[in-house]
């Protein structure tokens, strides 16, 4: 099937026609000529195959069929008028939209703070969060159904062009009940004995934990997994685990001496955190803005 397109200069002659109930009124409020409208009408007519309007001396009527398309005729002129008001508004200072996935720990820890500053720079933006882990956002990114991602970056990742904001290490952390509390690294010989509570095994950091500790010849067996950063820090307190975050996320439980952090070893596990997109998109002033957001928020976390 031929896929036809109604002429939007027929649709407004149309609708004026009808309006007016007079082709030179018509033409006087379209600034045309009689002649023009009236071939105008005639198109339509030839393109809908039906009569839309009569004639009964110099007045117009309109048709069943013309009464049924003048509502239809509204609709479509609103909708393109609409899309000319939001298309007008894009090249205005701080309009638009900003569509951004991040990171549960992101969302939690981050986000309040990135979207305050955000704001006040641009008010008008249209602004929607999405949160999900590393591979999820990556795959938003492709479906085009976010703009930027702020996450952990896995490597081989050729399509995605990413902007390092901060770096990490990954850290165990204790109760003060723990007889880790006072040391500054675990005992390597009592690493497979205890139990830990770590973020999901489906992450970007569970993934680094695992292939870490393989690599020190550990196999963490007895794990609980949850999606949620506060539930493991509360799980860690009252004496169920061990937890594996970074320093920055327990700072202030460390002050408080709630919690204790200790080191994994002499080797460190590091994470980077940036905001990708697509490769070969330029960014737009206020994506290159929430960028800059990013790495100043994150200096803040990092004390």
């Not at 007079?22 to 039906?50: G, P, R, Y």
């Not at 979207?115 to 492709?142: H, M, N, Y």
């Not at 799980?235 to 327990?250: D, E, F």
Request: proline letters at 3%.
């Amino acid at each position: 099937m031929r896929e036809e397109i109604i002429d939007s200069r027929q649709l407004l002659a149309f609708r004026t026609l009808a309006h007016t109930g007079s082709f030179t009124l018509a033409a006087k409020q379209l600034n045309l000529t009689q002649s023009a409208v009236s071939h105008s009408i005639k198109a339509l007519e030839d393109d809908l195959n039906c009569s839309l309007i009569s004639r009964l001396g110099r007045k117009i009527h309109l048709t069943q069929a013309g009464e049924n398309f003048l509502s239809a005729a509204e609709r479509m002129i609103r909708q393109m008028q609409h899309v000319r008001t939001e298309l007008d508004s894009l090249g205005k200072w701080g309009a638009g939209r900003l569509r951004i996935g991040a990171g549960t720990t992101a969302c939690q820890y981050v986000l309040p703070s990135l979207i305050r500053e955000f704001r006040q720079t641009f008010p008008d933006c249209q602004l929607s969060v999405v949160p999900g882990d590393a591979k999820e956002l990556l795959e938003l990114l492709r479906s085009n159904e976010i703009d930027m991602a702020l996450t952990l970056i896995p490597p081989g990742q050729d399509d995605i062009q990413h902007q390092i904001v901060f770096e990490d290490a990954l850290q165990f952390v204790v109760s003060p009940m723990h007889p880790w509390a006072s040391r500054k690294n675990a005992p390597l010989n009592e690493i497979e004995q205890q139990s830990y509570v770590t973020y999901s095994k489906k992450s970007y950091t569970f993934e680094l934990v695992r292939k870490h500790f393989r690599s020190e010849g550990h196999d963490l067996s007895n794990v609980i997994e949850l999606g949620s950063m506060e539930a493991i820090k509360e799980l860690v307190k009252i004496g169920i685990g061990v937890g594996i975050v970074a320093p920055w996320i327990v700072q202030k439980e460390s002050e408080e001496e709630s919690l204790f952090v200790v080191g994994l070893g002499q080797k460190k596990v590091k994470r980077s955190w940036a905001v990708c997109h697509l490769k070969g998109r330029k960014p737009t002033l206020m994506e290159e803005t929430f960028i800059g957001l990013c790495e100043s928020v994150f200096d803040g976390v990092k004390g």
